[in-house]
């Protein structure tokens, strides 16, 4: 199998989103030649100042790509765009690699790879680690499921928008990686906005107590930004709240087809939710405006002690 390189790999992209656009704008930087497809033709018309080749349907990029990779928002998406009446299966190059890099369920490879096979193509699930900053710096990380062969021939491509890429195993690992991680990052960031609302209702300044916190050994790398931004109250969307909430019912739709419990998980989703009914593009991080305002955290704690003092 030969390895993917600039200048000779012709790459095949759908899905030009936040995280989408940013990729494909590394891998042009990086010399490779970019053939790009979505449903929104003015995000395929921005890219093309960069160099794009512009695909006017999902044939076109599978008669023509030699990797094919997409960034889509859910499984019903990534599903229809491979295997509908008229997705990319149906007029694939034989040898082509897809690198599938959307969070869905782990069973949505895998039954990819089984078509994908029929075809003479090679399916590989790499998922992606890291916001929209890590993005644009090109420094995501990168969790691999499927043939380990592919995974090595595509380096080169990861190499251009990711600081670092793990194989996992065999198809579905990466999307099972995937869900495993931002089980944490979504847990982590509930267990911060429950400090923030339990340390400033108990009387700490908030934006010192933000501070503090964002210094602190148990704040992993990944959330640390978040403390400014919450001290400005600025919860534009980075990694939206829409999609972890979208990872969460995954992760519960998985952990219950495999009997594994997740009370805290569960509880986080719940937080999650109630955010949401605001029905704003949000950062998944305005979790700590919620946990501030169901703990009333404006209402200083000394009203509510002498409000009990006197019913005494």
């Known amino acids: ?20 656009r940013r990729i494909a704008q590394h891998l042009l930087s990086a010399g490779f030649q970019v053939i790009a497809y979505d449903v ?23 008669t023509t790509a030699d990797v094919v990779l997409s ?11 491979y295997s509908g009446a008229q997705g990319l299966f149906s007029q694939l190059r034989e040898g082509c690699i897809i690198v599938e890099m959307s969070t869905v369920s782990p069973e949505t490879p895998r039954e990819l790879h089984r078509i994908a096979a029929q075809h003479k193509a090679y399916f590989l699930d790499v998922t992606i680690s890291g ?26 491509l ?38 923030v609302a339990f340390g400033h209702k108990a009387g700490l300044e908030r934006d010192r107590l933000l501070d ?3 210094q602190t050994a148990v704040i992993p790398p990944a959330l640390v930004g978040k403390f400014k931004r919450a001290m400005l109250n600025d919860f534009s969307p980075q990694f939206p709240l829409r999609l972890m909430n979208k990872d969460f019912r995954l992760i ?27 029905e704003t593009d949000e950062d998944f991080s305005a979790v700590i405006r919620q946990m501030e305002k169901l703990a009333r955290s404006d209402a200083p704690i000394e009203g509510w002690r002498s409000a009990a003092a006197s019913a005494r």
């Not at 929104?40 to 990029?61: C, F, H, T, W, Y």
């Not at 420094?139 to 062969?149: I, K, R």
């Not at 996992?168 to 995937?178: I, N």
């Not at 998985?254 to 805290?264: D, G, K, R």
Request: a negative charge.
């Open 1 to 20: 199998m030969k390895t993917t390189a600039p200048g000779v790999t012709k790459v095949g992209f759908i899905g030009l989103g936040l995280m989408g």
């Open 40 to 62: 929104d033709r003015s995000k395929v018309e921005k890219l093309m100042k960069s160099g794009a080749s512009p695909a006017a349907n999902l044939s076109e990029i599978g």
């Open 71 to 81: 960034s889509l928002p859910d499984d019903e998406v990534v599903s229809r765009t």
């Open 131 to 156: 916001s929209t900053p890590a993005a644009e710096q090109g420094t995501l990380t990168l969790f691999g499921g499927g043939e380990e062969e592919a995974f090595h021939a595509c380096e080169p």
């Open 158 to 195: 990861f190499q251009a928008f990711a600081r670092q890429y793990f194989y996992l195993g065999p198809t579905g690992s990466g999307a099972t990686m995937k869900l495993a991680v931002n089980l944490l990052l979504g847990v982590g960031m509930q267990a911060i906005a429950e400090a």
């Open 212 to 214: 503090v916190l964002s």
């Open 252 to 278: 519960l739709e998985t952990a219950a087809i495999i009997w594994v419990p997740l009370p805290a998980t569960a509880a986080a989703f719940q937080i999650n939710l109630a955010e949401s009914a605001n």
